[in-house]
């Protein structure tokens, strides 16, 4: 054999393959199964049940697009999908004031801290994280006292001394959390089209040397109400067709979104964390489900519906009413000690069962196995948010799903 055939030879068994999609192959590689998402180990296990889940809803839920085909945005030798690694949390208040977005400040802390600092055990995952502050609601100060009070009830080792002050940790880990706030659906598929090029621009952030952990939404109605008026007003529509059917305007802004975070998603192998508040009250769960734990329906487009790996729904759990005899300077004087009860009740975590159909069978049983399939509680103090302590009272959900 001639040294040119010998050279062609051993140039057709030469593969070729993408930087990108060598290192993602070494990182899947090199990942744990187990591999906490959160480091908070209720919603691990959460996560976990549903880390190799690809819905199937995507077809059956999202509204198909009318007129010409769109051209899909979608990055050259990426995974035009999630990672199959990547989870898209929906944390839904059932009520105001659920304790949604506590839960999400807890989520955050434990992102942007670091696993340990001057030996002390943090369990922080040391990572980035882009915040969508969606309503412009989201309190700094707030994550700041928790993160603060996180770190304070850390245990120490016998030999370890606590520092006096943990402003310095804290202050060093909100540099990495990155917060933007559009003003719009427009506005926030704009922002999202830009996060890439910000995140790779290191000289415009600190956090080049970390990974992207998560991406939050904070409140995904505050765009909802202008929307919908939008494609009731849009010049497009079809003036023969009631509406919302005669519109597209909403789920091809949602669809536009999703797209960008299914690429961010994709480049990153980042998880999506987002909330929600419920626009109807709990439903009982079917009988043919055998799932003891109420739902809501989903008031957000399938584009989203589908996209979401879990919809975890939240409620503060129910103080007992005065009596129904008492007079009123009977209720005065009980005031403080019902406000006292009201501060102490604790808030309960639960999946959505809605959709639960088009799980695959070996997710439904490994959530059934969960205890409680898969429900837990947390409290909420000045400076913490404690997970898996709380008593919950179910008597007034119960009332709820009965409606």
């Given at each position: 054999m001639s040294a040119e055939a010998l050279g062609a030879q051993l140039l057709r068994e030469v593969e070729e393959e993408r930087l990108d999609d060598l290192l993602r192959s070494l990182q899947a590689n090199e990942s744990s199964p187990e591999q906490s998402d959160t480091n908070i180990e209720a919603l691990d296990l959460l996560l976990n049940a549903f880390k190799t889940f690809q819905s199937t809803r995507l077809q059956q839920l999202e509204p198909q697009p009318t007129g010409p085909p769109q051209q899909t945005l979608q990055l050259p030798g990426r995974i035009p999908l999630r990672d199959k690694d990547a989870s898209v949390v929906e944390i839904c208040g059932a009520e105001p004031c659920s304790g949604k977005t506590q839960l999400l400040y807890h989520i955050i802390s434990l992102q942007l801290l670091p696993l340990e600092h001057h030996g002390i055990q943090l369990q922080g995952r040391g990572s980035a994280v882009v915040l969508l502050d969606l309503d412009s609601r989201f309190s700094i100060l707030r994550l700041r006292d928790i993160m603060r009070g996180y770190i304070c009830s850390c245990p120490l080792s016998p030999n370890q001394v606590a520092d006096a002050d943990p402003s310095d940790l804290v202050h060093e880990s909100l540099q990495h959390l990155h917060v933007f706030r559009p003003q719009s659906s427009v506005s926030l598929f704009s922002t999202l089209s830009t996060i890439e090029a910000y995140l790779f621009n290191t000289a415009s952030h600190l956090s080049a040397n970390r990974c992207l952990g998560a991406i939050v939404l904070n409140n995904l109605n505050a765009f909802l109400w202008q929307d919908r008026l939008d494609e009731a007003e849009d010049p497009n529509r079809d003036p023969t067709v009631p509406y919302p059917q005669s519109s597209g305007l909403l789920s091809h802004r949602w669809r536009q979104i999703v797209t960008s975070l299914r690429q961010l998603q994709a480049i990153f192998s980042c998880n999506v964390f987002a909330t929600s508040s419920a626009l109807g009250s709990l439903v009982r769960a079917s009988r043919s489900t055998g799932y003891p734990n109420s739902s809501l329906r989903p008031h957000l487009p399938g584009s989203w519906t589908s996209f979401v790996t879990v919809k975890l729904i939240v409620k503060r759990n129910s103080v007992r009413k005065f009596a129904s005899g008492m007079s009123i300077e009977?209720?005065?004087?009980?005031?403080?000690?019902?406000?006292?009860?009201?501060?102490?009740?604790?808030?309960?975590?639960?999946?959505?069962?809605?959709?639960?159909?088009?799980?695959?069978?070996?997710?439904?049983?490994a959530v059934k196995r969960m205890p409680g399939y898969g429900r837990f509680g947390f409290k909420v103090t000045a400076d913490r948010v404690l997970i898996g302590e709380e008593e919950e009272d179910k008597e007034e959900e119960e009332q709820e799903g009965e409606n």
């Open positions: 009977e209720m005065i004087r009980e005031a403080g000690m019902r406000r006292e009860a009201v501060e102490k009740s604790g808030f309960t975590t639960w999946i959505d069962w809605e959709g639960s159909e088009n799980w695959r069978e070996d997710v439904r049983r």
